[in-house]
């Protein structure tokens, strides 16, 4: 049971990483952001325009609020 706790917390970190990296290439946002779904439903999650929004704006929160500690 740990070991499948550690090969999902490192999927999840590389998933995050990966999604951070998109985010931050120098790329239209519109582009960025299909990039992202197109990675995320090959991993199996499906995710709405809506909710795409909202996961930027979460993942932006959190790189901004740890810029200014």
Known sequence: MKNLSVLFAFL???AV???LGVLFAPEKGV???K??????????IKLNHQEMDELVD??????TS????
């Open 12 to 14: 999840g970190g590389a």
């Open 35 to 44: 990039r992202i779904c197109q990675l995320l439903r090959e991993k199996g």
């Open 17 to 19: 990483g990966a999604a």
């Open 66 to 69: 740890d810029n200014k500690e």
């Open 58 to 63: 979460q993942i932006t929160t959190e790189l």
């Open 31 to 33: 582009d960025t952001r």
